[in-house]
């Protein structure tokens, strides 16, 4: 039998009910310059102080592609279906400013994309 290795690959076996972080990743357009950062717009996003002990340390081609992996407020237990979860209230109407209805406008006709990473994998890219 043969293996390989992945470079920060590191197998990982998840027991029933067992927390499977969900992470994002830089928000990336196939048009725009630059990426951001996943809470660059107003969204649901943990709280500071949680995305900074939580975030991922980026190597030195993370840093180069502009990836910014930080934890997000999904959560999944393995082998657990969910079928809907409400994440927050942020996205009321009353609390989005004018500016922040404007860049998150910017960011869709930019062709902006959030992503998503479960178990270090690329998992979705929303629209």
């Not at 690959?9 to 928000?27: C, E, F, K, W």
């Not at 209805?101 to 992503?115: P, T, V």
Request: proline fraction near 7%; charge should be positive; aromatic fraction near 8%.
């Amino acid at each position: 039998a043969g293996s390989w290795y992945v470079p920060g690959v590191t197998p990982v076996t998840y027991l029933r009910g067992q927390p499977v972080r969900i992470m994002a990743n830089s928000m990336t357009s196939n048009t725009g310059l630059f990426p951001y950062g996943a809470y660059s717009i107003k969204t649901c996003a943990p709280p500071a102080d949680r995305r900074k002990r939580e975030s991922k340390n980026e190597n030195l081609g993370e840093m180069l592609w502009g990836d910014q992996i930080e934890p997000t407020l999904y959560q999944a237990e393995m082998l657990v279906n969910v079928t809907c979860h409400k994440l927050c209230n942020t996205m009321k109407a009353p609390q989005l400013k004018q500016s922040d209805i404007q860049l998150i406008e910017k960011r869709i006709e930019n062709n902006y994309r959030g992503n998503l990473i479960l178990d270090n994998l690329p998992i979705s890219q929303a629209n």
